[in-house]
């Protein structure tokens, strides 16, 4: 009797301690995604896209931000069930190719846990339907979706392998399931019904709405406006209509990088943002740094001994050398300014504008201020 209450009590604690662990991995009420989620959702978006040269950067910026190898052959075995074979099996030999390369650089990844193997006990339709019971938070006895009823051996498809096979093996969460989900419907585009559902799901396993938010941010980086604002129209559903999705033009959220600090400088009108990206040292004569404006913002007349290039990253703005008209400028264009000519650059009026200012040439002398550029001067 004694051994078999002491087996009770081991039973308890152990599961009391996968719960925790279980609850711990959902993050209940956090306010933006880790970096690792998005990682995973930048790889599960791209892998159903089939762009396969930006995958490669996907799968190297996950692994350097710590994914494991297994949790991101999970990932791309999970997208399949939403995108096909075809882009998944693309996705894993791409993912080979990856890690060939940093195997042959000497960069050692971690392999991570390897998943459980699928259950055995009972009948594997009665599991997939419980588990998806849980995601939904509601019973299945409802009535059956009319594709169900116009053909059963889908649904038979969808419990026994969907929701038995893949989502019972414990490599991913399955809040991390739903992200990679969510990311693949977003990039096939025209499967709205079916990402309403599952952005429902999101908050039932615990996703919050600032990171449904922020998984939209995270869609417009990776794969565009036009994907993100899709997704942003379904999820203005999901959370209702008072419900604020912040739009990539606005207050420069949707910058490529950080916005970083406010600059506190008299050679500029108007709030404006530095994020320094490098300061040059003794091997790279350069600097460079993400440079966000307001709308109306911009710098004074200025000139660079050493030269300056101009990454325009997002948003729309103006460049003017003296003595030649205003240019407007957008997102994805390079501007070179040679060394010593007078010029300034700033925001559009009406839009945000971010990009890199690269300083060539550092051994030549720092830039040179001079005087304001007079409203007149702006709105020419």
């Not at 662990?21 to 690792?36: D, W």
């Not at 969907?162 to 399955?174: G, I, K, P, V, W």
């Amino acid at each position: 009797m004694r051994n078999i209450k002491k087996a009770l009590l081991i039973a308890f604690f152990a599961s009391v301690c996968c719960l925790g662990s279980l609850l711990a991995q959902q993050e209940p009420g956090a306010t933006a995604l880790s970096e690792q989620q998005k990682k995973l959702i930048a790889i599960a978006a791209q892998t159903a896209k089939g762009d396969l040269n930006n995958l490669k950067i996907e799968l190297n910026k996950g692994l350097d931000a710590g994914l494991s190898i297994l949790k991101i052959k999970e990932c791309i075995i999970h997208a399949y069930a939403y995108c096909g074979f075809p882009r998944s099996i693309r996705g894993l030999q791409t993912f080979i190719e990856v890690l060939d390369d940093r195997k042959s650089r000497g960069v050692a990844d971690v392999m991570g846990v390897a998943a459980s193997p699928a259950k055995q006990n009972g009948s594997k339709y009665e599991r997939g339907k419980a588990i998806l019971d849980e995601l939904v938070n509601a019973p299945q006895g409802r009535p059956q979706p009319g594709y169900a009823v116009f053909a059963p051996v889908v649904d038979t498809f969808l419990k026994e392998h969907l929701f038995a096979d893949l989502f019972e093996r414990n490599a991913l969460t399955y809040s991390e399931r739903e992200l990679i989900t969510i990311s693949v419907l977003s990039a096939i585009g025209g499967a709205e019904p079916m990402l309403r559902s599952h952005l429902i799901i999101c908050q039932n396993v615990g996703l919050s709405s600032e990171q449904l938010i922020d998984f939209i941010q995270t869609i417009h980086v990776v794969l565009g406006k036009n994907e993100a604002d899709k997704a942003a129209s379904v999820l203005n559903e999901v959370l209702g209509k008072t419900a604020i999705i912040i739009k990539p033009e606005e207050e420069g959220v949707m910058a490529f990088l950080p916005k970083g600090e406010k600059v506190n400088s008299p050679h500029f009108t108007g709030n404006v943002w530095l994020h320094m990206l490098h300061n040059t040292d003794t091997i790279y004569n350069i600097n460079a740094g993400n440079v966000t404006f307001e709308p109306g913002a911009r710098t004074h007349w200025h000139t660079h001994p050493g030269g300056q290039i101009l990454l325009v990253t997002s948003g729309s703005g103006r460049y003017q050398e003296f003595g030649k008209p205003v240019m407007k400028i957008q997102k994805g264009d390079v501007i070179k300014c040679d060394p010593h000519v007078k010029h300034w650059h700033g925001a559009a009026p009406d839009s945000t504008m971010s990009h890199i200012a690269i300083g060539t040439n550092q051994n030549r002398g720092a830039v040179k201020w001079l005087e304001p550029v007079s409203e007149a001067e702006y709105r020419q």
